[in-house]
């Protein structure tokens, strides 16, 4: 079995393993049942696609989506990998192409859709290919209870069985009662391997912001990041469309995505924003699953996601290259109504409902945390950390107060009217305002009313808001929203326990824009453009994602390192064997001018020991072409017959003879062999 080191640097163009991934390789490459549960760019496709080159034989992948698997198989393809998937988007071309490889026996790595598991020709076909391995990706979409659950998951453990071969199931948003669901679907109740790693992802810098002229704030924060690939997510589908013209008026690259519109709308929305740079999709959750697309620089929320695990799935789609990208979630009142109305109108059973509860309460934690968000995001997936120094709160710590009086006071108001009234109705009768309604309903003589003079509308909505999220009160469906207690709320009213608030109330919108984030320093930048724009020409000319050729997280270090050769090119992150012979010279060209034209023998060589050898062979070549005194018939080795002897490394001159022939061994044997003694 092939070695993983030097298939990790030679193909994909990684010096090392990210944290987590090796012991996952080495399990899978083992042939062991895996259940890995990755954060959303922790590199979970490296964990099957360098096993299966490791082991004999052709390892499947199940991939809910047409787009990542065709996406996933051309990178592999340009990394020199034989790999190719059947869908019904192939071309006959495409097809054709995969089954010859499968019948010489090349093809690595077969891509296929669940839904062609139901076919009943399938089984025999993967039989009859030689299967060794099968990796499920997106293993979530077994869960019956999950958003993204696909049917066809389910036939993926009676696959396993028919052809008794090992599972490696891969999933970024598994809490433990999804993942005792992929074990009891995919490995038939057996406890498979189970690799649980690190949520975190230091890269993204976490912030939230209350909502205050929601389209102005969006606006704002894509302005600060002009030209950079991202994704607004919004509640509803009429507000993507009106959000993305929004943007394009202020000169934006944007479009929209949802559920509504057309297939063949959304592929293209798809195929734009894998292809180009700086493209803004606002989207529904309907874009999400399948974008594979590295370089997304930023992720904001327009409205709240539903869940943590949402949020974390949704923000985890930017900076998946590791560079450093940044994410902003609004929220309000009226987002935790909805979502709270949403659970409690849905058809789910009780212990269901009461469990996405705990998830909405877990996201509006952390939305109203008074401390750093990384560690209660965190914590919700049982980990602890220290402060990060990468999120909103880090950057300017929260002003908290203790707000168990203005609490006891809206919950005396909410009990005082017997749960019938929203926000709006309570803040009057606290800042005493003697509405119609309110004196329509006696509530002017209330105990309560006007005991809250102490803070105006907008702080009152800043501490119910901030009730809701600590979930000491909850809209009632039965009653139009109105405000109800939880339990929670209730030592308290009785003044058995304390509660510290945010003092930040809802500001206007700042009238100074934020200076924009760069991803390189500001003498880099002009060669970090430079080298996006050969990028974007050589994207263009082959047909595929910028991406594909290179990610940010590539050409940034090409900037900042400033390779001057093939050999310093091949030390960049990224850069593997195939790239650096197939694009290396380009890039070189963009960031030292004309290059010396290189053999492919030697550029072949770029990045090894071997091909410092070739250096010393060539220059030791050099003074012997016409003989030791000068006067002999020219003569040279072949580039070719160097690199044999560079990688080679004979130890006499019968070996070297055998390299390169009685004549040329009897001029060249001498030098060479005492470079090669000397190179040790």
């Not at 019948?103 to 060794?132: C, D, H, N, T």
């Not at 919004?234 to 519109?261: F, I, N, P, Q, S």
């Not at 000491?472 to 030592?491: C, F």
Request: proline share 5%; hydrophobic share 40%; glycine share 8%.
């Amino acid at each position: 079995m092939t070695g993983a080191a030097p298939l990790l640097r030679d193909v994909f163009g990684f010096d090392s393993f990210r944290p987590g991934q090796e012991e996952i390789v080495e399990a899978v490459a083992a042939g062991e049942n895996v259940l890995a549960i990755m954060p959303t760019g922790g590199g979970k496709s490296l964990c099957f696609q360098l096993p299966a080159l490791m082991r004999d034989g052709v390892t499947l992948v199940i991939s809910p989506l047409i787009a990542l698997m065709r996406e996933q198989v051309r990178a592999l393809q340009e990394s020199g990998v034989v790999a190719g998937a059947l869908t019904s988007q192939n071309t006959p071309e495409e097809t054709e192409a995969v089954w010859e490889a499968l019948e010489a026996g090349r093809l690595k790595l077969l891509y296929l859709a669940p839904e062609r598991l139901a076919a009943g020709s399938s089984m025999g076909m993967l039989r009859r290919i030689g299967v060794s391995m099968i990796a499920v990706d997106e293993a979530h979409c077994v869960s019956q209870w999950g958003h993204d659950f696909r049917p066809d998951y389910l036939r993926i453990g009676e696959l396993r069985r028919a052809l008794n071969v090992p599972v490696a199931a891969f999933t970024a948003t598994a809490d433990a009662e999804t993942r005792d669901e992929i074990v009891e679907k995919l490995f038939d109740g057996v406890a498979p391997r189970i690799f649980l790693h690190g949520f975190d992802r230091p890269n993204i810098h976490l912030a939230f912001a209350t909502k205050n002229s929601p389209r102005t704030q969006i606006l704002q924060f894509a302005a600060a990041r002009k030209g950079q690939s991202g994704i607004v997510y919004c509640g509803t589908r009429a507000k993507t469309e009106a959000l993305a013209k929004a943007l394009r008026d202020e000169g934006h690259v944007a479009c929209h995505y949802h559920g509504g519109m057309m297939a063949e709308d959304r592929r293209i929305v798809e195929a734009r924003f894998a292809r180009e740079d700086g493209l803004i999709v606002v989207a529904t959750v309907a874009f999400g699953m399948g974008v594979d697309k590295p370089d997304i620089r930023w992720v904001a929320h327009a409205d709240l996601p539903k869940s943590i695990e949402s949020y974390y799935q949704e923000i985890g789609r930017s900076g998946r290259d590791g560079a450093p990208a940044e994410t902003m979630t609004l929220f309000g009142p009226e987002d935790i109504r909805l979502r709270r109305s949403q659970i409690d109108e849905g058809l789910a059973p009780p212990e269901r409902r009461m469990a996405d509860h705990g998830r909405l309460n877990a996201l509006l934690g952390l939305a109203e945390a008074l401390s750093c968000r990384r560690q209660n995001l965190l914590g919700y997936f049982g980990e602890t950390s220290e402060p990060c120094g990468n999120c909103d709160l880090c950057d300017t710590p929260a002003e908290v107060f203790d707000g168990t009086v203005a609490v006891r006071k809206a919950l005396s108001a909410i009990l005082r009217t017997g749960e019938w009234f929203g926000a709006g109705h309570l803040i009057d009768i606290l800042t005493g305002n003697a509405t119609d309604k309110v004196r329509a309903r006696n509530h002017d003589q209330l105990p309560t009313f006007g005991v809250g003079t102490e803070y105006d509308k907008r702080q009152w909505q800043a501490v119910f808001r901030q009730m809701m999220g600590h979930d000491l009160v909850r809209p009632d469906p039965e009653r139009h929203g109105a405000l109800k207690m939880t339990d929670a709320a209730r030592p308290i009213l009785r003044d058995e326990a304390q509660i510290n608030l945010r003092l930040d109330t809802i500001r206007k919108a700042a009238t100074r824009r934020p200076a924009v984030k760069a991803l390189v320093s500001d003498e880099d930048a002009p060669l970090m453009s430079a080298l996006k724009a050969k990028r974007r020409a050589l994207s263009e000319a082959a047909k595929v994602p910028a991406y594909i050729i290179f990610p940010d997280r590539t050409l940034i270090e090409m900037a900042e390192s400033r390779p001057a050769n093939l050999d310093q090119m091949a030390q960049i992150g990224g850069v593997g064997a195939k790239k650096l012979e197939r694009y290396g010279v380009d890039f070189l060209e963009v960031i030292n001018g004309a290059s010396d034209p290189v053999h492919p023998a030697r550029r072949k060589l770029a990045g090894r020991a071997a091909g410092s050898l070739y250096d010393l062979l060539l220059e030791a070549q050099s003074g012997l072409t016409r003989g030791t005194d000068g006067l002999d018939k020219m003569m040279s080795c072949s580039a070719s017959q160097l690199a044999r002897v560079a990688q080679a490394r004979p130890g006499d001159s019968r070996a070297l003879e055998q390299l390169l022939g009685k004549r040329h061994a009897e001029r060249f044997g001498p030098a060479f062999l005492d470079v090669l003694r000397e190179a040790g």
